[in-house]
């Protein structure tokens, strides 16, 4: 028997489930990308406004590629479970805000009809980096994006996130209903500007017009978002199908922590997070720089030079003391420098809770899932607090370590010579790299670090960068990680 709204008086009593009805909720939210993160993250925050009788903010759900989410809960009425984990056991709650499902490649029309209706209000994004269709060194809109140039050939019928935002903004503004706002859950430097930017310069490309018009009414407030969300695996599903009596095919696992700091602009109204846990702030550059230089960072680092140590989970690279003490050092000695003071966080205390964080083992978060896209995400995580090092005329070796440690794995061959399934939009230009590499540290490094979409033009050309850089890929090379971890943390 299927979880679903007719079987939901049937959970056990350990299992909370919606506390409203159901029935009565209307959707003022579209979420474009309804994978796992948004799952146990923004719905859960609008489970609880919605539980808190602010019935207009239900969300419908929209994949823009894969159908695989709305197939398995749409039999379920949307609804599914989220496990929190933790050493002290599984909590499970049904969420319930996700009322409705779309698969934008399936029903492009219906989606734009809901991103359309008035009563949508706010418009929320998790998809994932590389959705946005920039260049990750400038954050500018990637003209030559094959969506992109299908998008403005065809703009009522889109396929990219800019696509649709822009041709549902275009319907709102022709029938003169208020825009909505834009709030982009991903974790990109300056979120919301770096997406108004994107979408202003697709809706000039459009008609510059409405790109104007887009620059001046439509807000793209920034975010900060945190949850440890790893992919759900057959196990988890079995474990919780235990615990409900019910089987639900495609549960959430996540931590137990969670964060959500959001820039206060919502033109034409938000939901009361500040009620249900949210920080409503004027400023979120602090948060989000403390959030991505040290626990993204950090996370990368480990899961290039775990997964080449041969660690499945990032709780398994921590378990492994040289590891441990390396996220210890990488931290403490050269990535908090680079963070500016966030109001009222304690950096000790939250540099303390991450690293308890990333060795809870009841989170199997595997360092190939986390590893999957780095062209996307080194620039803000590694690169950027690099540049602050370097303005600092401070050394960098461990950041350094974490790039090398980025060369090494999209080489595409582990430390046994067998390959990596590297996963990132620009996979086949590190390939074409490597061939070209042929094994050796220094020509890698000088293919890689030739791609400007990732280093720009600035890094490749200082070499208080390329030295240390270079330095850690031949000792990855040499000794493998394990041994080169070692070696950095004895000197650190
Ligand atoms: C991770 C993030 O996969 C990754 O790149 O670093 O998804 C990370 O788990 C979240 O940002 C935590 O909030």
């Not at 474009?32 to 969300?59: E, I, K, N, P, S």
């Not at 439509?218 to 235990?242: K, Q, S």
């Not at 995580?381 to 794995?409: E, K, N, Q, T």
């Amino acid at each position: 028997m299927r979880l679903s709204l007719s079987t939901l008086d049937r959970l056990p009593r350990d299992v909370r489930r919606p506390a409203y009805d159901l029935a009565t909720v209307s959707v003022g939210v579209v979420h474009l990308g309804v994978g796992a993160f948004h799952r146990a993250h923004q719905a859960v925050y609008l489970d609880d406004c919605l539980a808190r009788g602010a019935t207009g903010w239900a969300v419908c759900g929209a994949s823009l590629r894969s159908p695989d989410t709305s197939d398995a809960l749409d039999p379920q009425d949307g609804l599914y479970a989220l496990a929190v984990r933790s050493g002290a056991g599984d909590d499970l709650r049904v969420v319930g805000s996700l009322r409705r499902l779309l698969v934008a490649p399936r029903e492009p029309q219906a989606l734009l009809v809901a991103m359309s209706d008035p009563k949508v209000r706010i418009v929320t994004l998790t998809v994932t980096e590389k959705g946005y269709c920039h260049d990750p060194a400038t954050g500018a809109l990637d003209e030559r994006h094959p969506d992109i140039i299908a998008d403005l050939a065809n703009p009522s019928a889109p396929k990219s996130a800019p696509g649709y935002l822009v041709e549902a903004l275009a319907r709102r503004r022709a029938a003169g209903v208020a825009p909505f706002t834009v709030l982009c859950c991903d974790n990109l430097p300056a979120n919301g500007e770096t997406v108004a930017k994107v979408v202003t310069r697709f809706a000039t490309l459009r008609d510059p017009d409405l790109g104007r018009w887009v620059e001046g009414e439509v807000a793209f407030p920034c975010t900060m978002v945190d949850r440890i969300v790893p992919a759900t695996t057959d196990a988890d599903r079995a474990l919780v199908a235990g615990r409900l009596g019910l089987e639900d095919a495609w549960p959430v696992m996540a931590e137990p922590f969670s964060q959500w700091v959001i820039e206060d602009r919502f033109p034409t109204g938000r939901p009361p997070l500040e009620e249900v846990g949210a920080q409503l702030v004027a400023d979120v550059r602090p948060y989000e720089d403390m959030k991505l230089r040290l626990l993204n960072g950090s996370h990368s680092t480990l899961a290039y030079l775990g997964y080449l140590a041969g660690k499945e989970t990032i709780s398994d690279v921590m378990a492994a003391p040289a590891f441990a003490r390396l996220v210890a050092a990488l931290q403490d000695s050269e990535v908090t420098a680079t963070v500016p003071p966030a109001p009222g966080a304690d950096l000790a205390a939250y540099k303390q809770a991450l690293r308890e964080r990333f060795a809870n083992p009841a989170l199997k978060h595997r360092t190939w899932q986390i590893a999957m896209d780095g062209s996307q995400k080194l620039p803000q995580r590694l690169l950027a607090p690099i540049r602050d090092r370097l303005a600092a005329g401070a050394p960098l070796p461990l950041l350094a370590l974490g790039v090398a440690g980025w060369m090494r794995y999209v080489s595409g061959q582990d430390e046994a010579g067998k390959p990596i399934d590297v996963r990132d939009p620009l996979a086949a230009r590190f390939a074409a790299v490597a061939a070209e590499a042929g094994g050796d540290a220094g020509r890698l490094a000088d293919g890689l670090l030739a791609i400007r979409e990732v280093f720009g033009t600035d890094l490749p050309a200082d070499p208080r960068f390329t030295g240390p850089v270079r330095a850690a890929l031949a000792s990855l090379y040499r000794q493998g990680a394990a041994a080169t971890v070692e070696a950095a943390v004895a000197q650190a």
